[in-house]
């Protein structure tokens, strides 16, 4: 096969993905965006664009030091990375796409777009967890995104406020514009334009949340994953600008630079350097990289948008694991969420205790599951595992094609319900509704460390 896609920016190649029958198209340029500007889709490219390689990963806090040497981190580099090779860069803006091999334009395949998490501040769309979905075999197309992060891409400062109208979120931006490249263009590959759902895990379900309660992503998406971060609580509230210009401030002064065009010509390991000291002693550095109140993505708190019903009126699934981040709060905030809804919506509590070592269902765990990529991982898995990441693939593929993640075959997944109180739990033991069991909601030393992973 030849591989060749004729999309409205014009024609790319691509080439054999992981699994027969699975063509993949890598490294596909979204958007253009100087330092600190807000990105601007691409509509076209000259000749047949390659897309036989993955693109750049925005710059983040593991770009400017060896991963094996840094025993806080360790975890999640022998995981999802070690073996791996990543190319880093401010020019990031890049997407990949997972489709059928025989996908052609007038199929409208559903659509699922993922977007990763790392605290805002790490990731990318092509580590080993997510080299490949399964979902093209089941008939759903796939697609990962890069946005960028950290001071790249959520730094909020008055002269860049005074430059464009608004400052921060320029990482949530990035996602929306690639959301929009593929709303555009999805077509030619196959796809329903009309049947995206979007999905993300830790930041990326917070950015899912927030783009289902933002004005400027109506029509974008019919349908949301949300796992291990979105929900309703009302202490991950956004903060203005305002409340961080003085951090961003100290950053500036302490690269030495007296302008915005000094402060963008710094080097990015320079800048990275001095924001992570600058956390150290600077209020507001704990949260100087997380979404902000800018008034037009982002327009208000979560929970007072859900309260008024001025969020998206879609079907959503939602869930946790047992050894979570902070496990009782993740757990009932995406429970809460989908038991608000008017329309069906899914919750789910995964206590698989992964094979290999004794951290049990961690935090991003369940991400081998859903992608269906556990021959990726290190981890000596079981029968068991595949069975179970067949019935959670199953279950996704089945709500982004109808809405409803029940299927012939399947157990029956009953809608969130606040008089129940009762979710669907995967790992240990048959799939059942059930409640969450609560000694299994302990909070993990693993996980604490692994904040911004």
Known sequence: MDYIVNTPCGPLKGCEGRLPGVAAYKGIRYATAGRWEYPKQVTGWDGIYDATRYGNCSYQPRSFYDEEE?????????????????????????????????????????????IHGGGFTGGCGHEKHFDGPVW???????????????????ICLPELRDEA?????????????????VKDNIAAFGGDPEAITIMGQSAGAMSVQQHCLSPMTDGLFSKAVMSSGGGV????????????????????????????????????????????????????????????????????????LLAAGKHKQIPYMCGSTSEDIMPPIIYSMGRSWCEAQDKPSFAWFFDRQLPGDGNGAWHSSDLWYWFGTLD????????????????????????VKTGNPNGEGLPQWKRACPKCKKVMRIGEGEPRMGKASMAKLTYTLLTNKAVGE
């Open 70 to 114: 840094n025993l806080k981190k360790i975890f999640y580099y022998y995981e999802f990375r070690k073996g791996e090779t990543y190319t880093y860069s401010e020019d990031c803006l890049f997407l990949n796409v997972w489709t059928p091999s025989d996908a052609r334009e007038g199929d409208k395949l559903p659509v699922l777009v993922y």
């Open 136 to 154: 093209p075999t089941k008939g759903v197309i796939a697609v990962t995104l890069n946005y960028r992060l950290g001071p790249m891409g959520f």
């Open 165 to 181: 109208g608004f400052t921060g979120n320029y990482g949530l931006y990035d996602q929306m514009t690639a959301i929009k490249w």
């Open 233 to 304: 609580n009302k202490m991950m509230a956004p903060q203005p600008p305002e409340k961080i210009y003085d951090f961003w401030k100290a950053v500036m002064d302490r690269c030495g630079c007296t302008n915005l065009e000094q402060f963008r010509a710094v080097e990015p390991a320079k800048l990275f350097e001095v924001w992570q000291e600058t956390k150290k002693d600077v209020k507001g550095g704990a949260q100087s990289c997380s979404p902000v109140l800018d008034g037009r993505f982002v327009v208000g708190a979560g929970a007072d």
């Open 376 to 399: 990726n991982g290190w981890r000596p898995w079981e029968e068991k595992d595949y069975r179970i990441s067949g019935l959670m693939v199953d279950y996704l593929m089945n709500f």
